[in-house]
């Protein structure tokens, strides 16, 4: 029942280096309903490696899409990421929630490749009921110009903030939510994007490790018009599944090795941490998903199991929700905003 005749929904605003993706979650029946689907796409270099490099030009686009969805709220669910971001599992002294909370920077300070005084910190006790001397915390700092940054593109576009996730998190919100069966043992969440791949490595469900490799679907779109004279349309038909082409595979094989070696690198220093523990299922999303042949071709590098995650898998989509866009297709590109979504308003 909706409070006061308002629904309470939520709104996440993903904003990547290609895309700008936006989803609206009716979060007032007995699950969560996806009622507004949207996306435009940035002109190219507007943002570099998670950098706002044009904010103008981004709250521009924020504005034109915010308006083209219709969208009423003013305050939105976004997310950081990127080499400014730390996220980390530690252990310390067990305390109370609130004690840990008073230390937690002084803690960080062993931990943090960046000056403490110039970024945003946040935690979460992994054991909260456990009775060892230690406890597993899992701690995150983000640089606070990277929040700041994304704070002032938002205000340019007239939003607001209501939270401010971690990229890796809502991806695993939303993975979570739609793949329960993925919360046992060793499992990979591979997010190919536009510039940067996001791995996160999950031990039963709990976020353990998480890589970004220098790779995205930008990569293999530049190699088609350097290598094969294409146009930066015929090769965005290409990556997108719209157009075959006959030697693809090769290029597809060499980029599902790059990202299998960054894989492997987190792999390595999981099982440094615990020797008996192997990978299991891999699961991917993002725009680079979508790229024929490369979930194959990754799972037969790696040797395991390998499917793309499905945002909607378990979240139940109105079907006036999608604007201009083929739900399908566009799938894989929609598990971050969604997990943003997900957070209730």
């Known amino acids: 029942m909706a409070l006061f005749g308002q629904k309470k929904s939520s709104v996440g605003l993903d904003i990547g280096s290609g895309f700008i993706k936006l989803i609206e979650v009716d979060h007032s029946g007995d699950q969560p309903e996806v009622v507004r689907v949207a996306m435009r796409a940035l002109l190219p270099d507007a943002i570099v490696e998670g950098e706002i490099m044009d904010p103008g030009l981004v709250g521009d ?21 990127g080499h400014d971001v730390i996220i980390k599992k530690i252990e310390m002294d067990r305390m109370v929630e609130s004690d840990a909370r008073e230390v937690i920077r002084w803690e960080a300070e062993q931990h943090v490749p960046f000056d403490i005084k110039s970024v945003e910190l946040d935690f979460q006790v992994l054991d909260p009921d456990g009775d060892g001397a230690q406890m597993q915390v899992l701690l995150v700092a983000a640089k606070r110009e990277l929040v700041e940054n994304k704070v002032a593109v938002l205000t340019g576009a007239g939003l607001e903030a ?34 940067m791949t996001n791995v996160n490595l999950l031990d039963d469900g709990v976020p353990i490790l998480t890589r970004d490799i220098p790779f995205g679907s930008r990569k293999i779109r530049e190699r088609l018009q350097r290598e094969r004279g294409m146009t930066t349309e015929a090769a965005e038909e290409v990556v997108q599944g719209r157009t075959e082409l006959d030697d693809l595979d090769e290029i597809v094989r060499e980029s599902a090795e790059e990202v299998a070696v960054g894989v492997e690198r987190g792999a390595a220093f999981l099982m440094t941490q615990d020797p008996g523990s192997g990978l299991g299922r891999m699961y991917l999303s993002g725009g680079g998903a979508r790229i024929p042949g490369v979930a194959e071709a990754l799972g037969r590098r790696m040797g395991v199991e390998t499917r793309l995650a499905n945002p909607f898998e378990r979240v139940p989509v109105r079907p006036a929700a999608p604007l201009n866009l083929i739900l399908d297709e566009a799938g894989p590109m929609l598990l971050l905003p969604l997990g943003l979504a997900l957070r209730s308003p």
């Open 162 to 195: 209501s939270l401010i996730d971690v990229d890796a998190f809502a991806l695993h919100n939303a993975f979570e939510h739609n793949h329960p069966e993925a919360m046992e043992g060793i499992v990979t969440l591979v997010n190919v994007g536009h510039e």
């Open 61 to 81: 686009t924020i504005r034109e899409l915010v308006e083209a969805a219709g969208l009423r709220h003013k305050r939105v669910v976004t997310a950081v990421g």
